[in-house]
Every structure is written in structure tokens, then in C-alpha cells.
């Protein structure tokens, strides 16, 4: 990871979640490593911090979640759009070598069992609280944050600051068909006095 890559805070980890953004789901087990793209995952908690994500029982990823008990969970850049319209899209099941192909540069973080994606503007460790009727019901996988990171350039002191970021670090917000928004201007509403 390079130097912008800082720790955030876990009680504030929801906030780099809070926004709706579309994710990267990575998950390794027994040397497998793969990245899918997720557009449903969401804070639920904050002490200690939790996430939801959904993964569809189709994908390879999920295996590799239930197996390991761990994922992690990132937030691709406007930069990264295509990236994650591929990891999205492509499987590592007809394609052993998706992430190769896509170009997919991972790292990992020293006494951490799942790989981060390089490049993303936030990333949440997460262990599985399993939940066997919400996985089987509804796909739907919980997480305990126990680390979480952010790149300094677009998320500090507890905040997004996109305004003042450059706009290929802005996050993606997914829509249908590879359509994709960047989030766009800040705007502050003052209390009334």
C-alpha cells in the first residue's frame, strides 16, 4: 500500500460505508484470492462496528467468505470504474485467472488473513457473524469491522472530503447496465439558530 494509506478510527468506520457507495468484496482461502463487485452493503452498528454485504450464492467469492469466515470490504475510486465493472462481472470460476486479467493488484496487511485491493480510497477488515438463516435466506453476510483504513488524500479526521479530493478519487455508485455515478459536491446544511 503507499504512503496515503492510513488507519481510521473503528468508531468511525461506518462513515466510509454511510454514503451508499459500490464495493469490492475480497476473500482468500486455501491460497484462493478473489475480488467481486457488491452495489448492496451498508454500516449496522457501531460498537463494535458491523457491515452487511450481499453475496449471491452463485459466486465464487461467497465460498471463499464461508470458508475462511472472514472479507473484506473496499471502496473503488471513479479511477477504478472499469476494475470494478469487471470484477463484477467476470468469474473466477470460468476464469481462474480473472484477477490477473483484469489487472487486479492485491496486498496484504501483516496479521490479516484477507487480501486488500490496491488502489480503492477505503478498505474494512471484517469478520463473519454467522448467521446461517440471513446467508441462506437472503444472501445476506454480517461483518465485525476490526480494522479499517483510508486513504488520507480523500478521508480524514473521521470525514469524506471529496470536495477537495481529486475527482479520480471520488467513489462509484453503481446504477444498472455498467452505469455508474461518482459522488458529486458537497452540501452543507448550518441548524438553525
Given amino acids: ?17 454511510n454514503h ?13 484470492d478473489n475480488v467481486m463487485a457488491a452495489a448492496w452493503a451498508c454500516a449496522l452498528d457501531f460498537d463494535p462496528p458491523k457491515v452487511t454485504v450481499v453475496i ?12 475462511s469466515g472472514w472479507f473484506a470490504l473496499q471502496i473503488p ?3 477504478q470504474a472499469l476494475l470494478t465493472h469487471q470484477v463484477g462481472h467476470r468469474s473466477l470460476a470460468d476464469e481462474p485467472g480473472k484477477l490477473q486479467a483484469i489487472g487486479v493488484q492485491l496486498a496484504r496487511v501483516e496479521g490479516y488473513p484477507v487480501p486488500l485491493v490496491e488502489g480503492c480510497s477505503a478498505w ?12 441462506q435466506a437472503y444472501d445476506l453476510f454480517i461483518g465485525e469491522v476490526v480494522a479499517a483504513w483510508a486513504d ?10 471529496f470536495e477537495t479530493a481529486s475527482p479520480e478519487l471520488r467513489s ?7 452505469h455508474f455515478y461518482a459522488i458529486g459536491e458537497a452540501v452543507v446544511v448550518e441548524p438553525p439558530a
Fill in 56 to 67: 449471491d450464492k452463485a459466486v465464487r467469492t461467497r465460498a471463499l467468505v464461508k470458508n
Fill in 1 to 17: 500500500m503507499n504512503r496515503h494509506f492510513q488507519p481510521v478510527d473503528l468508531k468511525k468506520a461506518y462513515r466510509l460505508l
Fill in 172 to 178: 462509484l455508485h453503481y446504477v444498472a447496465g455498467g
Fill in 77 to 79: 475510486t471513479a479511477a
Fill in 124 to 135: 474494512l477488515m471484517c469478520r463473519v457473524i454467522d448467521e446461517p438463516h440471513n446467508q
Fill in 20 to 32: 451508499g457507495p459500490t464495493v469490492l468484496v475480497s476473500a482468500s482461502h486455501a491460497g484462493v
Fill in 152 to 161: 488520507d488524500r480523500v478521508f480524514r479526521d473521521g470525514h469524506w472530503q
